[in-house]
């Protein structure tokens, strides 16, 4: 298994501009949710999914958008990019909510808004 | 409201010695589970150990020991013997419904 896999590793955008962070896994978890970690900050939780085409906000929403078409994937879009989007930004996933168990991260995608 | 807080911003020692990393956490479930997560250098979130809200047992793994006491609210990791490799931001969270309540993380430098 790999696990939880993000695209790009790194990613230096202009303002304005928009790009699609990636991330997928294979463990048939049905939950996934999109993290942003501040520096000396932990983690915010901007979007998550309990399912295929269900998708719900977190704390941070404004500024991006999140579709889960299928158990696999769960892509966050960054919309008009602005430096307060400057993060890394992790996906995780975990296998139910009925009992909450342990979230299973990617690697980080380190994102830069100059 | 939920919140974590993690008081120690930075705790640095020497090779060797035991350390405690202290988490307080606020919640209005009766049944809520903590989290344990570290982070090294690298960057990526590693799981360290899940509990229950009606399981206070203290949980022992290798160096590695939680004291769970729900009537000061507090969930602390303690490090014996540590070692440089455990240098790395370690992380309480608390679990509300589906989402992770984090701390703001407690940066340990074990010093060779």
């Known amino acids: 298994n790999a696990g939880v896999t993000q695209t790009p590793k790194f990613r230096i955008l202009k303002i304005g501009q928009s790009m699609t962070l990636q991330c997928a896994q294979d463990m048939n978890h049905n939950y996934m949710y999109w993290y942003r970690q501040d520096p000396g900050m932990g983690l915010k939780l901007i979007y998550y999914s309990v399912g295929a085409g269900i998708t719900d906000k977190g704390e941070v929403p404004n500024g991006y958008n999140v579709s889960r078409s299928t158990t696999e994937d769960f892509p966050l879009r960054l919309e008009l990019a602005a430096p307060s989007q400057t993060s890394v930004y992790f996906c995780a996933s975990s296998l139910s909510r009925v009992e909450p168990y342990e979230q299973y991260f990617g690697p980080g995608t380190r994102l830069t808004v100059t | 409201a939920q919140k974590v807080t993690q008081a120690q911003t930075e705790i640095s020692v020497v090779e060797k010695e035991d350390v405690t990393l202290d988490c307080v956490y606020e919640t209005r479930d009766t049944t809520y589970y903590l989290f344990w997560y570290k982070q090294p250098p690298s960057g990526e979130l590693v799981f360290l150990i899940r509990?229950?809200?009606?399981d206070e047992q203290n949980e022992i793994s290798g160096r590695y020991s939680w004291n769970f006491q729900k009537s000061t609210s507090s969930f602390n990791f303690t490090i014996t013997a540590s070692q440089v490799v455990d240098s790395a931001v370690y992380f309480c969270a608390l679990n509300s419904n589906y989402q992770l309540i984090w701390g703001a993380g407690t940066k340990l430098i074990i010093k060779p």
């Open positions: 509990r229950n809200s009606f």
